[in-house]
């Protein structure tokens, strides 16, 4: 714990101008003027014209499997908390949040979700909007994403507030450690008609594996825009 408070502070330092004073922070703050914006120059994700009901920050893992076909690694799905970052909207932290959060998750070891936001105080609280994880495919095969409100924040109780998506746009990261921007559309749950994933760090697997090789986690972080 001790190490990993100096690897906070350190990091933290490092991006203090970015991040906004905590006096100024809510748990929940007016969306009505955000926008997603998405690279020029391709098709894969197309942002909405219209303001999103949730934007979080996902602090979590990418979980993969060894095909031994191929040697590579196969996604089998992701555990992640989804932290509140509405009112950094509007603010120089806002889209450097994930990489700032990524910074810390990725440096230290044996720590949980919940210390790696509230160190850095990029949410207040911190707010937790709720979970991402994989469940069963509702209409075909495989694994579907999920993300899960039904238990954090203004949306808990409503069984309802969830979203299982299929991906309909990938894009991918210039950095090549980076996991995809995605574009993601509803086939089960109210939360959201569409799901976005930008800002993304981390999360690839190693390029190969052999046979016989463990399942592996990957930390990374994103913001997920929900609308």
């Not at 991006?15 to 120059?41: E, F, I, M, W």
């Not at 810390?104 to 919940?114: E, F, K, L, N, R």
């Not at 409100?149 to 309802?160: I, L």
């Not at 894009?171 to 450690?177: A, G, K, Q, V």
Request: aromatic share 10%; with cysteine.
């Amino acid at each position: 714990m001790l190490i990993f408070s100096i690897l906070a502070l350190v990091i933290l330092g490092s991006y203090a101008d970015a991040l906004p004073a905590k006096k100024h922070l809510s748990t929940s703050c007016d969306l009505s003027g955000a926008r997603l914006q998405v690279p020029a120059n391709q098709t894969q994700l197309v942002a909405p014209t219209c303001a999103p009901s949730f934007i979080g920050i996902s602090v979590g893992t990418q979980n993969y499997t060894c095909n031994a076909t191929t040697s590579t690694y196969a996604l089998i799905g992701a555990v992640a908390e989804i932290f509140d970052s509405s009112c950094l909207y509007g603010t120089p932290a806002f889209d450097s949040a994930p990489t700032i959060a990524y910074d810390v998750w990725s440096a230290t070891t044996g720590i949980t979700i919940q210390e790696v936001i509230t160190t850095l105080g990029l949410t207040p609280d911190p707010a937790v909007l709720g979970q991402h994880y994989y469940v069963p495919n509702p209409v075909g095969s495989g694994l579907s994403p999920k993300w899960d409100f039904t238990s954090s924040g203004v949306t808990a109780g409503n069984p309802n507030a969830y979203v299982i998506g299929a991906k309909i746009g990938d894009l991918p990261s210039s950095d090549s450690r980076n996991i995809d921007d995605l574009m993601v559309k509803a086939v089960e749950g109210e939360l959201a008609s569409e799901v976005f994933r930008v800002e993304t760090n981390g999360g690839q697997p190693p390029s190969q594996c052999a046979a016989g090789d463990s399942n592996i986690t990957v930390k990374y972080t994103a913001q997920y825009w929900f609308f």
